[in-house]
């Protein structure tokens, strides 16, 4: 059999317990919406960036479009300077090359002048030098222009003749008086040609 005083506590105990359990679920729920506010708070300050970032931000952009542009800079100068002590060897080179032109033609002439058995010796010995010679020039990018039997290139080749003959073609180098010369893509020296003239009709 159930007391009177057990009865009233089990009737006092039960709206306790509803109202811990209501309170409880409010304060997870204001808990969890607190959070959510929180949350969207430090996004949309994160999304909007203080003016003292934005200004370093752009500054750091301007520093590094500076660099990229000095560095660019510093390549064109470097180039420049190379190209340019590039081309100051090959004038020296081309200066001394020059000087020695005539030498090779007096080996040239000294060889073609006798053909007298007599200076067998000496003309082997000539031929020898001159094959040095010219090794040690083809060697530096001197080239020897081709004359005879080309068609006449003013850029190449000096005429100093005309030769009337019905057998080539009109402009045609028939004979080559002094050999020419390029050291690398530059004429040191034309060559001095005969060119065949117009038919005569």
Not at 25 to 32: G, H, I, L
Not at 119 to 145: H, N, P, T
């Amino acid at each position: 059999m159930v007391s009177h005083k057990d009865k009233d506590e089990r009737e006092n105990s039960k709206p306790f317990v509803a109202t811990s359990g209501g309170k409880r679920m409010e304060a997870e729920q204001a808990a969890s919406e607190a959070a959510a506010a929180a949350a969207r708070a430090f996004e949309a300050e994160g999304n909007q960036q203080p003016e003292e970032i934005q200004k370093l931000v752009k500054e750091k952009e301007e520093l590094k479009d500076t660099l990229l542009r000095r560095q660019a800079d510093f390549d064109n100068y470097r180039k420049r300077v190379e190209k340019e002590r590039h081309q100051e060897r090959h004038r020296g080179v081309e200066v001394v090359v020059e000087g020695l032109l005539p030498v090779l033609d007096a080996f040239d002439r000294a060889l073609a002048a006798h053909d007298d058995p007599a200076y067998a010796e000496y003309q082997k010995g000539f031929e020898l030098i001159r094959k040095q010679l010219w090794e040690l020039l083809a060697k530096q990018g001197v080239k020897r222009i081709e004359a005879t039997g080309e068609q006449f290139n003013p850029h190449l080749h000096h005429a100093i003749e005309s030769v009337q003959n019905t057998e080539l073609e009109e402009g045609t180098v028939v004979g080559e008086m002094q050999p020419g010369y390029m050291f690398h893509d530059r004429v040191l020296r034309p060559a001095m040609v005969r060119v065949a003239a117009a038919k005569e009709s």
